[in-house]
């Protein structure tokens, strides 16, 4: 095979790689910044090396993890000084058209639609471990082997499987307290309703006494610095919000959670709502205002 081949080989896995890296980072940016190191480690091999390669992507793969939970470490570090409430990157549908729709100039290349890149699941993931979380991306989500992955995590066989089973249980516990998307949707539709009613009594009977609110502005754009908890708290911050600034329109939008909204201020996305439905009512509302997180909705 020539090193042109398996330049070429190389290059048609960008977009596995960013499926990949941004399960296990959260943010687009973050993706991008590792699947851009993993091609520049694959350049500095010299020919002989790449010659000796027999599967590009096995190989790109391996990279790419490895240099992803290098990056989950020092994340971890940079989140301590996060201004306010750090979530991860809402994705929009849109983003999950068949490859061959594709117009090439979307950041995550088109990734298959799937729950492993919800803001739910994204959630759950980051109150893993690096290696929890590597693990669990490269054989639950992309099935890739015990044996490769122990290579990537520098770990046997027997504490990847390990790793594996206490992250599936998170996951599944996660999963345990969430409904089917047919009543998530009828529950999120009560809700806008009730938002729109502009009345206390009605948004507070579709929230659970104990929902959560996240909002995450970044530092750029204002938000709750604290999570608001409680169903009369987070209904009058929501009512309050609205009635400062009428001029933001809510949209209904379909998102990897189900039905969510978008923000909308002189024709852009300001803001994308997910909702987490328990059985009747919502749960968590997240709130991803930071603009930084918003590239692909724009």
């Given at each position: ?9 190389a290059i048609a ?18 993706a991008e910044d ?85 803001s739910a699941l ?177």
């Amino acid at each position: 095979m020539t090193d042109e081949t398996l330049d070429d080989e190389a290059i048609a896995e960008r977009r596995h790689l960013v499926s990949l890296a941004f399960r296990m980072l959260g943010t687009v940016a973050e993706a991008e910044d590792a699947v851009q190191e993993t091609y520049v480690r694959w350049y500095r091999l010299s020919d002989q090396e790449r010659a000796s390669i027999v599967s590009p992507r096995a190989w790109l793969t391996r990279a790419a993890s490895r240099i992803c939970l290098d990056m989950l470490g020092s994340a971890r570090a940079r989140r301590e000084s996060y201004v306010g409430e750090w979530l991860p990157e809402p994705v929009p549908v849109s983003a999950f058209a068949a490859p061959q729709e594709s117009d090439g100039l979307d950041p995550l290349d088109r990734v298959s639609l799937d729950d492993s890149v919800s803001s739910a699941l994204l959630t759950v993931l980051e109150s893993m471990t690096p290696a929890e979380r590597v693990v669990f991306v490269l054989h639950e989500v992309f099935a890739v082997p015990f044996r490769e992955v122990a290579e990537v995590v520098g770990r046997t066989d027997a504490a990847c499987r390990q790793l594996a089973a206490s992250a599936r249980r998170r996951v599944q516990s996660a999963g345990a307290r969430r409904v089917s998307r047919e009543e998530h949707d009828r529950v999120v539709w009560a809700f806008a309703v009730a938002a729109q009613s502009g009345r206390l009594d009605e948004l507070v009977a579709v929230l659970d006494p104990e929902v959560v609110l996240r909002s995450d502005g970044g530092g750029h754009v204002s938000a709750a610095r604290r999570p608001v908890v409680g169903a009369d708290r987070v209904a009058r911050f929501l009512l309050g919000t609205a009635s400062k600034r009428p001029e933001v329109q809510l949209r209904p939008q379909q998102t990897p959670d189900g039905l969510g909204f978008v923000m909308w201020l002189d024709a852009r996305i300001i803001g994308v709502v997910t909702l987490e439905v328990g059985e009747g009512s919502v749960r968590e509302v997240r709130l991803v205002l930071n603009p930084e997180k918003l590239s692909l909705w724009n």
